[in-house]
């Protein structure tokens, strides 16, 4: 699993239909509590604000943190680290 | 998920049977809404063109923005970015 | 598989349900047995401790080794390394 | 996806037998269209032959392209890029 | 897949249920026939000592050549390279 800080979101008006309704935020990797130069996008399901240091699941694993395990991501938000 | 800009089309005349009238786009992947010198190919369900910012999914997730979910593929291009 | 030390622990209050209760813990990654500059998270299942040696399995592996393999993780501690 | 220009042939005589009948390519990987300093071996599913360029899916993906979907492999060779 | 030569052992006497009777062995990794610096974990079921170059699975295809596919792992050993 990842750690890294929520910088920005990512609008798609244009997406596949099981994709509408998820909010994508882009996040900086951390690596042993400090910044890196990696980002990746994820799925939030823990309402994560911009500035806000998060736990992300990556892979088959993301999927099961959603109320849908069929939706189309390979990373969600699955925490907000305290 | 990751971000990118479509820089072209990959042509395949001889492949697997599972994979005829997919269309292959390499994008060059941003990190942080910046360009970086990473490409992936991924197969488009959005109509994406050269030029466009996308969104992609890969491994299984992939799979499951396709209508046949048993396409051979790691990564689909699932939204285009605003 | 990934071997690697523990450095410490994370703490997310505000998490998915499914993960309430899961231990997370940072580690710092070794490659042949030398630190490196890489660090995981993972989930413990073997009563790890700071500075123990561990062995990790990533992916979808990962999950087999709970006992809720729908745990939304990617990463687990699944041996003490002697 | 990756796309690659096959280089060699890896021969295993003592695999396991889930394999037996397998030919193992070994691919040099492009990045737009030029040659990386990166190497992956791939099964091969469309008779490719060294020298030419062929498009390769990973991870479980890659298994949905073989006549027996539980083979033990990360990377098949889906296609000849023309 | 991945090529490599056998380094080493990973000894783990508390470990998961699961992995009792596995043997775990250390690769240096292989590109294009050559060393790398990069290493990998990876059970063994071709009988592979140190020093032999082997053939690697990795990620949920791993598990396919095991007897049981539900071991907790994420790279296998699959084949002795001649």
Do not use: C, H, W
């Amino acid at each position: 699993m990842l750690s890294g800080r929520v910088t920005g979101t990512i609008v798609s008006t244009r997406k596949v239909d099981s994709l509408i309704g998820s909010k994508f935020l882009e996040i900086q990797l951390f690596s042993n509590g400090k910044e890196t130069s990696e980002y990746i996008i994820a799925i939030d399901t823990v309402g994560a604000g911009v500035g806000e240091k998060v736990l992300i699941t990556t892979g088959s694993g993301a999927r099961l943190a959603l109320d849908n395990a069929n939706t189309p991501t390979d990373a969600v938000i699955v925490g907000i680290i305290d």
